[in-house]
Nanobody
Framework: VQLQAYGGGLVQAGGSLRLSCAAS????????IAWFRQAPGKEREGVSC????????NYADSVKGRFTLSKDNTRKSTYLQMTSLQPEDTAVYYC?????WGQGTLVTVSS
């Protein structure tokens, strides 16, 4: 199983970013993929998770209405569209499947 997250960067408050997670080594179509984040000095927290059948996702309260997670079974990828970013969204973002984690991508939001 391999997961590779990318797309992070530096953005001003109020801006947007789209993170991607490319997956391989497992049956992607039938799998739930989650995104987590870890801010400096804080524990890792769940951000969003998307399932298989209809691509429905759920979200942490802190990102609900601002982040949208989608899944492309053809490309074996998930996309985390982040809008209205705030400094408190600054963190390393990880995608996860089962016990496997991507390497993380850093999102920095400046005020």
């Amino acid at each position: 199983v391999q997961l590779q997250a990318y797309g992070g960067g530096l953005v001003q408050a109020g801006g947007s970013l789209r993170l991607s997670c490319a997956a391989s080594g497992f049956t992607f179509d039938d799998s739930a993929i989650a995104w987590f984040r870890q801010a400096p000095g804080k524990e890792r927290e769940g951000v969003s998770c998307i399932w298989n059948t209809d691509g429905g996702a759920n979200y942490a309260d802190s990102v609900k209405g601002r982040f949208t997670l989608s899944k492309d079974n053809t490309r074996k990828s998930t996309y985390l569209q982040m809008t209205s970013l705030q400094p408190e969204d600054t963190a390393v973002y990880y995608c996860q499947f089962g016990e496997s984690w991507g390497q993380g991508t850093l999102v920095t939001v400046s005020s």
